[in-house]
């Protein structure tokens, strides 16, 4: 049987590493507006952004919601 992980959202990732917007924007090399648009799931960062989100946040990929739930 599959195991259920848990996911946090690209937003509360960013929270609770304690990084402003602007923080987390610099830190991986885009502009706000582009992690805004992750965090809202307006569009989805490439294989390699993906992987600087997993380092700076200390969160594995599989644990990351990057697209918003639907209700």
Do not use: C, W
């Not at 799931?41 to 992987?51: E, S």
């Amino acid at each position: 049987m599959g195991e259920n992980k848990l996911q946090i959202s690209l937003r509360a990732a960013r929270v609770n590493a304690e990084m402003t917007q602007d923080e987390a924007a610099k830190k991986l090399g885009v502009n706000t507006h582009t992690l805004i648009n992750y965090e809202n799931g307006k569009t989805t960062p490439g294989a390699d952004m993906v992987a600087r989100i997993e380092r700076l946040y200390g969160i594995p990929y599989d644990q990351l919601r990057f697209l918003p739930r639907k209700n």
